[in-house]
């Protein structure tokens, strides 16, 4: 039993009577760098899209409080041409299922979450964090910081504030900073396309592979991740190259199996 804070008590039906603690953080140095990003507004919307077009690199999520939230940092991100998928419990499975795998392979570097994703989700480590609302309690704040800075990697946990806002306690030590005005990161960008079949159509990755690069004539950079799931499957390509991909390749055979391959919106 693993857990980022202290006060998980292990079950009485495991019959466990005594436990050994092991702490994995002792004599262990922490690359975790924590900053307060401080906005004269008080929604923060536009000191977000500044931090995170100009001070911020690689992939990252965005922490709010609430499903209304959610939805007002996402229409912001929108109206600002700022890729990001969201993810909170209010959301169909399958939603919250292609919301990871587009955040997973590429297709989306930013998602925008409530504290379930804090933890127990299949991501790997952040390069940053954004408390866009200050945690409700210090077991969240360590949880979401829980998501960068992984395995002795380096992570950022930005905290927004307004400028009229208090840290609470349990935040110290932050660096504070305004986003500055620099040249924007130019990166790669990425779509999804859904495959007709999957697993028990013993579909493996390795003949998707075959298809894009053979059929689709794709390079090794031009091709993502590819995901398989029991009856279908996704795969990530360079966002110039979708639309060719497929109108060349749907209704290809994979192994015995003609696939329809679409666009995943």
């Known amino acids: 039993l693993t857990s980022a804070t202290e006060k998980v008590k292990i079950p009485p039906f495991v019959g466990i009577k005594k436990a050994t603690r092991l702490d994995f953080l002792k004599n262990n140095n922490v690359q975790l760098q924590i900053i307060s990003v401080v906005s004269p507004d008080r ?3 536009n000191t977000l899209v500044q931090l995170l077009k100009y001070n911020t690199h690689g992939n990252g999520i965005i922490f709010c409080n609430l499903k209304d939230s959610i939805q007002k ?3 912001a ?3 600002d041409k700022i890729d990001h998928a969201c993810f ?6 399958l939603d919250r299922e292609r919301a990871l795998i587009k955040f997973r392979n590429g297709t989306h570097r930013l998602l925008v979450a409530t504290d379930l994703a ?3 989700i299949d991501v790997p480590a952040m390069d940053f964090i954004v408390h866009y609302e200050l945690p409700p309690t210090e077991d969240e704040f360590v949880h979401r910081n829980g998501r960068t800075a992984r395995m ?3 992570g950022t946990a930005y905290v927004l504030r307004w400028k009229q806002e208090t840290l609470p306690e349990f935040i110290k030590g932050a660096e504070e900073i305004s986003p500055r005005s620099t040249k924007e990161e130019k990166v790669r960008k990425w779509k999804t396309l859904y495959i007709t079949g999957g697993r028990k159509d013993k ?3 390795s003949d998707i592979a075959g298809l894009f690069f053979k059929q689709g004539k794709l390079t090794q950079e031009e091709l993502g991740v590819i995901e398989l799931k029991q009856d279908c499957s996704y795969v990530s390509v360079v966002s110039t190259k979708y639309k060719e991909l497929i109108e060349t390749l749907n209704n290809s055979r994979l192994k015995k199996k003609k696939v329809r391959i679409s666009l995943l919106e």
């Open 118 to 120: 804090a933890r127990g």
């Open 77 to 79: 991100l929108t109206r």
């Open 73 to 75: 940092v996402s229409d």
């Open 203 to 205: 579909i493996s990755k």
């Open 88 to 93: 909170y419990g209010g959301l169909e499975q």
């Open 43 to 45: 929604n923060k919307f």
């Open 152 to 154: 002795k990697t380096e």
